[in-house]
């Protein structure tokens, strides 16, 4: 060979590395990820409602792979979305914690998802992915400045962010009440008791007092009450803002058509990135009390303003389904499906349906962890086929990292699996053997399907006390807590197996079940094994940094404007 054709040859093999290098980035799939917020599995027509009309979300279904043992790693929207965006039980991040409350309550809170967690996002912007979170985060926003957004969605991975970073709550809509309950936030409410035995007791001559000290205590209670209340009334203030990246938008934000608004952000987000790879994370508010619907949804459906809100995310859906039609991007993208947890029970009419499942939102019973789960790729995975294997929210992080050409990291736990080989058919049963479910910092029951069998075990070591005692929910606590005085513990644990007995009826025991011993000490050693690889992080959910702190308040004009800008969308924004 002469050197000139050597050198011809060389450059042909580089040219066909190049393009291969390049037929590469182009086959990496685009990911448009789904979380709708308290929706019930048993909400949508694919899952069997047959009265709320899901049409969008139903052919997704059918176009794609519907996930029918589809569990949220948590029962509550913090954790299960620091779960989701990890593939990490929320435990070993921090976002869990002792106390009653497993959420987030302010913008003003110091805690959050940790820096150092890697998200699916973080990794995708890596691997040259563009990268969005449209809707609600609910896991932090600073530290120790008001500005430092050491927890905004920018520092895990998201390159735009248009959305709340707290969630939406009762108190952002006019008239529909507050979740702070006055009667166990008003601190002065004891005070003001002392303050009334103690003038009652000088009144009838028992304790003297001098005349000053009983008039700086009734200033004391007069401050304290007034401050209060002043803080309630600013909380929709405080916390319903609405950001584009790091700038307030809306202080408090309206939920007129604010769906409307970020399935617009969201197809904006396509238009502008169709030549891909890109990210998004579409993070709906509905359907989480305060209920809302645009008005060309309310009325629509039978089950009131929820089921308005349910139909209102399915147009949603078809609006953003509809644009990588548009733009051909059907076959090339990845879409997700799914709810952060079960429906709210305790929310009466506003609360949503889980089927057959017992109980919903904040326990661990099947009701309140089993979430719909639809995966759509065509011709990269069936269409139509359902998998009745477990699977968990947390397998979306080891898939999305695999998928963007990435390996997840060796440096720390991933509790996801890789659904690909499943999805595809290379394999029937899913990767998980078994799955730990915590309520906040307790283990509260533990999910184990042996290889050789169909059952299905789950082992409870408590169960919250419901009130009313004959119903399935925590009325009196608006949420079911974690804590011993709201709960039974059970030794030897209550046993269920789910293929037999979905709606978790009648605990098995050693009379009705003869695996019964064996099956609960299997369960007893994977929890062990589980607890040792479970290393002690700070809590995020601590007192501390729970606790609202006035240095932390994001507040876009002066504090005596009271927090409030009402801009609209195109208008520059400013951030105070
Ligand atoms: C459909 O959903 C609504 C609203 O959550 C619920 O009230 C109803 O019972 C569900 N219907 C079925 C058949 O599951």
Redesign the pocket.
């Known amino acids: 060979m002469k050197p000139s054709q050597l050198l011809l040859l060389l450059l042909l093999l580089l040219l066909l590395e190049v393009s291969y290098v390049l037929l590469q980035e182009n086959n990496k799939p685009n990911f448009v990820l789904m979380m709708v917020d308290d929706l019930?599995i048993?909400?949508l027509g694919c899952?069997?409602?047959?009265?709320?009309r899901t049409p969008n979300i139903d052919q997704l279904a059918l176009e794609g792979v519907k996930l029918t043992h589809h569990i949220a790693a948590a029962s509550l929207c913090t954790p299960s979305r620091a779960a989701f965006l990890t593939g990490r039980y929320p435990i070993r991040s921090g976002l869990t914690g002792t106390l009653r409350p497993g959420v987030f309550f302010f913008n003003a809170a110091s805690g959050g998802l940790p820096s150092k967690e890697v998200t699916f996002a973080k990794i995708a912007r890596q691997q040259g992915y563009e990268t969005a979170l449209i809707g609600k985060w609910h896991l932090g926003l600073s530290c120790e400045s008001r500005d430092d957004h050491c927890h905004h969605p920018s520092i895990h991975g998201f390159n735009y962010f248009f959305g709340i970073p707290l969630t939406n709550l009762r108190d952002c809509q006019p008239g529909h009440g507050t979740v702070f309950q006055l009667h166990k936030y008003l601190p002065c409410w004891t005070l003001g008791m002392v303050v009334a035995t103690a003038v009652a007791l000088h009144l009838i001559g028992v304790l003297p007092l001098r005349r000053g000290m009983l008039q700086g205590l009734l200033v004391l209670v007069v401050a304290v009450t007034g401050l209060t209340a002043g803080f309630i009334r600013m909380i929709p203030y405080f916390n319903c803002v609405l950001f584009r990246d790091h700038s307030i938008v809306e202080q408090p934000f309206s939920l007129e058509n604010l769906t409307r608004r970020m399935t617009r952000e969201a197809v904006d987000f396509i238009d502008r990135n169709s030549a891909g790879p890109f990210l998004l994370f579409v993070s709906f508010l509905q359907v989480h009390t305060a209920m809302f619907a645009s008005a060309a949804f309310r009325g629509t459906?039978?089950?009131g303003i929820?089921?308005d809100a349910?139909h209102e995310v399915d147009w949603s859906v078809g609006q953003i389904m509809q644009a990588l039609e548009r733009l051909e991007l059907r076959e090339n993208t990845l879409v997700y499906l799914t709810s952060d947890q079960g429906?709210h029970q305790e929310e009466g009419l506003h609360?949503?349906?889980n089927?057959i499942y017992k109980a919903g939102k904040s326990t661990n019973w099947e009701g309140g962890i089993r979430v719909p789960g639809i995966l759509r790729w065509p011709g990269k995975i069936p269409s139509g086929r359902q998998i009745d294997e477990p699977t968990s929210n947390m397998d979306l992080f080891p898939t999305v990292v695999q998928l963007s050409g990435a390996s997840v990291p060796q440096d720390r736990e991933i509790d996801g699996r890789d659904l690909l080989d499943l999805l595809q058919r290379r394999q029937d049963r899913a990767h998980h053997e078994f799955l730990f479910h915590y309520c906040n910092s307790y283990l509260n029951a533990v999910r184990w399907k042996p290889q050789n069998s169909s059952s299905v075990w789950k082992a409870f070591y408590f169960t919250p006390n419901f009130f009313p005692k004959d119903q399935t929910t925590c009325f009196h606590t608006h949420v079911c807590f974690c804590t011993p005085e709201y709960v039974t513990y059970h030794d030897p644990p209550l046993l269920y197996d789910l293929w037999r007995d979905p709606s978790e009826a009648v605990p098995l025991s050693p009379d009705t079940e003869p695996a019964f011993h064996t099956v609960v000490a299997v369960m007893k050693e994977a929890v062990e094994a589980h607890q040792r690889s479970v290393k002690p992080v700070e809590s995020q959910l601590s007192a501390a940094h729970l606790m609202w702190k006035p240095w932390l308040q994001p507040c876009c004009s002066t504090l005596t404007q009271l927090c409030q800008c009402h801009r609209n969308q195109e208008a520059s924004t400013q951030h105070g």
């Open positions: 019930g048993g909400d899952y069997g409602n047959k009265t709320l459906s039978r089950h929820y089921g349910v429906a609360g949503g349906w089927g």
